[in-house]
C-alpha cells in the first residue's frame, strides 16, 4: 500500500473494555516514545459519537493529557457503508469490536475492498479460518494484510508452541491445538447469553458451514462433486 490516507490507524471498538486499554496504551507508548511516534495519524471509532468522546474524557483525565484534538469516526458493524468509509480513511484497522464470529468478517470486508490493513484480538478458530477461506484472494489482489490473534487469548498457543519446539525431539512441522469450555455458575452463563444471545448457536453453525466448506474445497481439488448440507 503506497497511497496516502487520512490516518496510519484507526482504533475500532474504543468505548469497549478492551478498546479503552488499547487507547490507554497506544497513549501511553507515545509519550514514552515522542521523537518516533509524534507524527502519527490515528483515531478512535465507535457506532457512538458520546461514548467516545467519554472514553477520551476519562483518558485525558488519567494521563493529564489533551485529547481534545483525537479524531472520532463513527461506525457500526450493522452499517456496510460507515465500515468501508472508515476503511477508506486509514493504513490499518486495530479491531477489538467482538464476538468476532458475530462481528468481524463485516470489519474484515470493508478493509479487503479497500485495501487496508487489519489487525483484530480474535482467538476464535471458526471465524479466522472461515475469513482465510473467504478472504485470502481477495486481500492479496487488494494489498491488504489480514491478521486475527494479535491478544491475551492466543499467547497460550503461541507460549505451547514455543516450548515444545524447544523439546521436541526431530523438527516439529506442525501443531494442532484444542480448546475446552468450562462455564462458571449458572447465573454467568445467563449473563453471557443475556448479552449476546445468538452466539453459542451461531458459534455451532460456522463451525458446521466452515467443515462443509473445508470438505467441498477439498472434492473440487480431487474434481468429486460435493453434496455437504
Not at 133 to 150: H, M, R, V
Not at 189 to 203: C, D, I, M
Not at 211 to 221: A, D, E, V, Y
Amino acid at each position: 500500500m503506497t497511497e496516502k490516507r487520512e490516518f496510519d490507524l484507526v482504533i475500532f471498538g474504543a468505548t469497549g473494555y478492551t478498546g479503552f486499554f488499547m487507547v490507554r496504551e497506544l497513549l501511553q507508548v507515545i509519550a514514552e516514545n515522542p521523537a518516533e511516534y509524534s507524527s502519527l495519524k490515528w483515531a478512535v471509532a465507535g457506532r457512538n459519537l458520546t461514548k467516545l468522546n467519554e472514553t477520551l474524557a476519562k483518558l485525558a483525565q488519567e494521563l493529564n493529557v489533551n485529547l481534545s484534538k483525537v479524531d472520532k469516526i463513527k461506525a457500526d458493524v450493522g452499517d456496510a457503508d460507515s465500515l468501508l468509509k472508515m476503511a477508506e480513511k486509514t493504513l490499518l484497522i486495530v479491531n477489538v469490536v467482538g464476538p468476532f464470529q458475530l462481528y468481524g468478517k463485516q470489519v474484515v470486508d470493508a478493509c479487503v475492498r479497500s485495501g487496508t490493513h487489519h489487525i483484530d484480538i480474535s482467538g476464535e478458530s471458526t471465524y479466522i479460518e472461515s475469513s482465510q477461506i473467504e478472504y485470502d484472494a481477495k486481500a492479496q489482489e487488494s494489498g491488504s494484510l489480514i491478521i486475527s490473534t494479535c491478544g491475551w487469548d492466543s499467547i497460550p498457543n503461541d507460549v505451547g508452541v514455543d516450548f515444545l519446539k524447544k523439546h521436541f525431539e526431530g523438527k516439529l512441522h506442525s501443531v494442532e491445538s484444542f480448546m475446552r469450555f468450562h462455564f462458571g455458575p449458572k447465573e454467568t452463563l445467563a449473563r453471557f447469553n443475556r448479552h449476546t444471545p445468538s452466539y453459542p448457536t451461531t458459534l455451532a453453525t460456522g463451525e458446521r458451514t466452515l467443515n462443509c466448506t473445508k470438505k467441498c474445497s477439498l472434492k473440487s481439488f480431487l474434481k468429486v462433486e460435493c453434496h455437504c448440507l
